[in-house]
């Protein structure tokens, strides 16, 4: 298995465009959580997903943040309109349904300039 | 009080040590444990869990859990340079089912 996958790995925008950012989860793993990563405020859990399902969006910061799962190998998290304050590292993970352990992607490396 | 909390360190011990790494959380009913290790500029990799008290071994790692206490440990023996990361305590919340991370422990393993 190729693991999570995220894309891009690098985006850098201009403040006030739209961000789009992507995860195909491992297979199998019918849970998917997006985290945001910075120095100060270390490793943030925004939304997760079960079974296509958004269970928990109480860790998005605002409105501007939307996260869709249409189908069970695929998920996005949008930002619009995007801010300097965005800018750092995002993960998508997917969680083993038996053993409750969970695998991250590689990460996107969002700057909002 | 944090859900999960870590001395954000840096915890320095010289190579061939046993480097010690604390978290204690506050969900009493939390009843999965892990450590992921990242290192600069890499997403989280997941190293041990555990869910009973007591320890659990693997390899030159060890995790504790005390749930009386609240506490679970991560021990690596025989540090390696190669060993020196952020370590990250993950909490399953008996109240939401999410999993709570602390802020990190950086480990610096000189040689």
């Known amino acids: 298995d190729a693991g999570v996958i995220q894309s891009p790995r690098h985006e850098v925008t201009e403040m006030g465009q739209e961000v789009t950012l992507r995860c195909k989860p491992i297979?199998?793993?019918?849970?998917l959580f997006w985290y945001r990563q910075t120095m100060m405020r270390g490793l943030e859990l925004l939304i997760y997903?079960?079974?296509?399902?958004?269970?928990?969006d109480s860790g998005m910061p605002e409105d501007r943040f939307s996260a869709k799962m249409p189908n069970a190998s695929f998920s996005t998290l949008k930002i619009q309109p995007s801010e300097p304050r965005d800018s750092a590292v995002y993960f998508c993970?997917?969680?083993?349904?038996?053993?409750?352990?969970?695998?991250f992607g590689p990460g996107t490396r969002l700057t909002v300039t | 009080q944090k859900e999960v909390e870590q001395n954000s360190g840096p915890l320095s011990v010289p190579e061939g040590a046993i480097a010690s790494l604390n978290c204690t959380y506050s969900?009493?009913?939390?009843?999965?444990f892990f450590w992921y290790r990242q290192y600069s500029g890499k997403s989280p990799e997941l190293i041990m869990f555990?869910?009973?008290?007591g320890d659990k071994e693997d390899g030159r790692f060890t995790a504790q859990l005390n749930k009386a206490s609240q506490y679970v440990s991560l021990l690596i023996r025989d540090s390696q340079p190669s060993d020196s990361a952020t370590y990250l305590c993950?909490?399953?919340?008996?109240?939401?089912?999410?999993?709570?991370f602390g802020q990190g422990t950086t480990l610096q393993v000189k040689p």
């Open positions: 993970a997917s969680i083993n349904p038996l053993t409750y352990e969970q695998y």
């Open positions: 297979s199998g793993h019918n849970s």
């Open positions: 997903f079960n079974n296509n399902v958004p269970i928990d």
């Open positions: 969900d009493r009913g939390s009843q999965s």
């Open positions: 555990i869910y009973s008290n």
């Open positions: 993950a909490v399953i919340s008996g109240n939401t089912g999410k999993l709570i």
